[in-house]
């Protein structure tokens, strides 16, 4: 059973930096691709970045480009979205997604998904 739980959510001003953890202690990610997704109030979740299980292939909306990096620990099981520059159109709930597969950038190839974790951009 899949058990994913983000972590590292908060708020930060404009410009600020935080990291968002995504950890399911039963599962070796390096046989997964992982992704983050996001949804502010009103929108439609949207893809933020993607990482393939051997962590050698990611992918990043170009909103993020520059400014987020995903990186995964399989010792861990973890995966990582480091958030730099943040800006306030950044706020959102920041999902984690899982899927046994090639990594992938659209929500609905993502089977298993955390419970979300909030990031509040101020300005």
């Known amino acids: 059973q899949v058990h994913l739980v983000e972590s590292g959510g908060g708020l930060v001003q404009a410009g600020g930096s935080l990291r968002l953890s995504c950890a399911d202690p039963?599962?070796?990610?390096?046989?997964?691709?992982m992704a983050w997704f996001r949804q502010a109030p009103g929108k439609e979740r949207e893809f933020v970045a993607t990482?393939?299980?051997?962590?050698?292939?990611?992918s990043y909306a170009d909103s993020v480009k520059g400014r987020f990096t995903i990186s995964g620990d399989n010792a861990e099981n973890t995966v990582y979205l480091q958030m730099n520059s943040l800006k306030p159109e950044d706020t959102a709930v920041y999902y984690c997604?899982?899927?046994?597969?090639?990594?992938?950038?659209?929500?609905?190839?993502?089977?298993?998904w955390g419970q979300g974790t909030q990031v509040t951009v101020s300005s």
């Open positions: 039963g599962r070796t990610f390096s046989t997964y691709a």
């Open positions: 990482i393939s299980g051997s962590g050698r292939l990611t």
């Open positions: 997604a899982l899927r046994d597969g090639g990594y992938a950038t659209g929500a609905d190839l993502y089977p298993f």
